[in-house]
């Protein structure tokens, strides 16, 4: 078990770019998480996927934000025309729907972002 | 929307017991979860509540009360290696499955 995997580990980008972040869950997992959290606050729920399906979307996920799990394995999400605010720490979960234990997420390592 | 309070800072004596507290504000909610994290690391999950009550997993105790909308972790024989950040976190509720978290306890460790 390799646990979850995120690319790349660290980020630096112009304000104005565009960047993507790919994460790869614990492979029998069918339920994938993204967070991001800022120094000293615990992470905020972004958005998750059930298989390829995404199921919610939270309101703190602005338009310039996207995530895709095409085939219902990996996942990447993408930050549009970034901006200073978005520098943070981008963190990705998983864990299996079927599962007894699915109260538990799997956190990966997280792409620390940082938008000159 | 949901919202949780914990303290900000946490200081305790190697060998000694701590506890760290939670309060919530919830419409409703599945669970209380709590995640250990690292300066520099990722979440690992320590603990759930899904009922009120204890549940003891080794050195690490959680607690629920609904009717209080309280919880703690109770941490026991500390190690230096505890010294890290802990974030109660609410799972669900609201029609969301992802987790909530406070913005955690920093614990310190003396020796």
């Known amino acids: 078990d390799t646990g979850v995997s995120q690319d790349p580990r660290h980020k630096i980008t112009k304000r104005g770019q565009n960047v993507t972040f790919r994460c790869d869950p614990i492979?029998?997992?069918?339920?994938l998480y993204w967070y991001r959290q800022t120094l000293g606050q615990g992470p905020e729920f972004l958005t998750y996927?059930?298989?390829?399906?995404?199921?919610?979307k939270s309101r703190l996920l602005s338009d310039r934000f996207s995530a895709e799990r095409p085939k219902g394995s990996f996942s990447t999400l993408e930050i549009q025309r970034t901006e200073q605010g978005d520098s943070a720490m981008y963190l990705c979960?998983?864990?299996?729907?079927?599962?007894?234990?699915?109260?538990?997420?799997?956190f990966g390592p997280g792409t620390r972002l940082t938008v000159l | 929307g949901q919202s949780l309070e914990q303290p900000s800072e946490v200081t305790a004596v190697e060998g000694a017991i701590v506890q760290i507290n939670c309060t919530y504000q919830t419409s409703g909610f599945y669970g209380l979860s709590w995640y250990q994290q690292h300066d520099g690391g990722a979440p690992t999950f320590l603990s759930y509540?899904?009922?009120?009550g204890l549940e003891e997993t080794g050195r690490f105790s959680s607690f629920l009360s609904r009717s209080d909308s309280y919880g703690y972790l109770l941490l026991q024989e500390l190690q230096m290696k505890d010294s890290a950040s802990y974030f109660c976190a609410l799972l669900g509720g609201g029609g969301a499955d992802g987790l909530t978290f406070g913005k955690g306890t920093h614990l310190i460790i003396q020796p």
């Open positions: 996927f059930q298989n390829e399906a995404q199921l919610e």
């Open positions: 492979s029998e997992h069918n339920r």
């Open positions: 509540n899904a009922l009120d």
């Open positions: 979960a998983s864990n299996e729907l079927d599962s007894t234990i699915v109260h538990e997420q799997f």
